[in-house]
């Protein structure tokens, strides 16, 4: 089973700070970094480190041929790349003081994807693949289509929101993994439960996987609900969590695994991720999310775990 995330890649430009300044101030930062990073990247990278045969598509500049380079050190393919002339997409991230970031995004790269060039790309993955695609890229509802068409599993992020994500075609989504703001922009609803829910109506038959931070995830499929806690952590920057969790929600809920433990496990990955500062130099591999379960999951998370039916 391949797994292929046609998505951004991404320099990320982060600038640490006591507090985000308000509007028309200017603050000093006390620290600025380069990082790896794109929605696209950091869940192909974590899919790989989950387990996974991923396969990372898009395309970067000249300026970006760092971020193939770190892709391939951490297992992804890389054959479907294409080079732009332009510029690679870049993300400039302020963090605070307690590792919450706000973002600017420069598209770049991610932006020149052509029907031509998602065809290039598809032919080499058929039916029982897996697609995953979030909102920083060019033809996401082409790629859909055609993966759908194909008999290819299909995954959405639908995240950074934009208005145009109300027209997908959701039946056509088997995954669905969003954060609270993306579901409530997407239903109108304001409460997690009747988010999920209302969501997983407009699926055909598929999951949604709704990440809460602090508060856990939900996951709703047909009949199926329930909510897992998350894993109490020291938060560092939280740039990346959600990709985090998305690459090892998504590789143990294709691997057959129970989706409760696959969604605990998602948990302590991004648990992991959201310790340490960056996005894609963040994530954990399996063997260091094992260990932080067998640490954690017993003592404190399974006693205080709430299985909402
Ligand atoms: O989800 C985090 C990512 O969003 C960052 O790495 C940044 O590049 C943006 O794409």
Redo the contacts with the bound molecule.
């Keep these: 089973m391949k797994f292929l995330v046609f998505g951004?890649m991404?320099i990320?430009r982060v600038y640490s700070l006591d507090r985000l300044p308000e509007k028309g101030e200017t603050l000093s930062c006390s620290n600025y970094e380069l990082?790896v990073?794109?929605?696209g990247?950091?869940q192909a990278v974590s899919l790989a480190k989950a387990g996974a045969l991923a396969y990372m598509a898009g395309r970067v500049g000249k300026d970006g041929m760092f971020l193939v380079d770190f892709l391939k050190k951490n297992g992804v393919n890389t054959d479907f790349i294409e080079l732009s002339d332009g510029f690679s997409?870049?993300?400039v991230?302020e963090v605070d003081g307690e590792g919450q970031n706000q973002?600017i995004?420069f598209p770049g790269a991610n932006r020149e994807i052509t029907p031509d060039a998602c065809e290039r790309v598809l032919e080499h993955f058929g039916s029982g693949d897996l697609l995953l695609m979030q909102y920083?890229t060019s033809q996401v509802e082409y790629m859909i289509q055609r993966a759908h068409k194909k008999g290819m599993k299909v995954a959405l992020n639908p995240?950074?929101y934009v208005k145009k994500l109300k027209e997908i075609e959701y039946s056509q989504v088997d995954y669905l993994i969003l954060n609270e703001f993306e579901g409530m922009s997407i239903t109108g609803e304001t409460e997690a439960q009747k988010i999920a829910i209302k969501l997983s109506k407009m699926l055909d038959g598929g999951a949604v996987i709704l990440t809460l931070g602090a508060d856990g995830a939900i996951y709703a499929c047909e009949n199926e609900y329930f909510r897992v806690p998350a894993f109490e952590t020291q938060a560092v920057d939280t740039?990346?969590a959600?990709?985090t969790f998305t690459g090892f929600c998504l590789y143990g809920l294709m691997s057959g695994i129970e989706p409760e433990k696959a969604l605990i496990t998602a948990s302590a990955a991004s648990a992991i991720a959201v310790s340490r500062a960056g996005?894609?130099e963040t994530i954990p591999d399996k063997k260091a999310v094992e260990d932080f379960l067998e640490k954690n999951f017993d003592n404190g998370f399974h006693s205080v775990y709430n299985h909402e039916k």
Excluded: R, V, Y
Aim: glycine share 20%; no cysteine.
């Design positions: 951004s991404n990320d990082h990073g794109g929605k990247l950091n997409g870049h993300a991230i973002m995004l920083e995240s950074p740039t990346g959600g990709d996005a894609a």
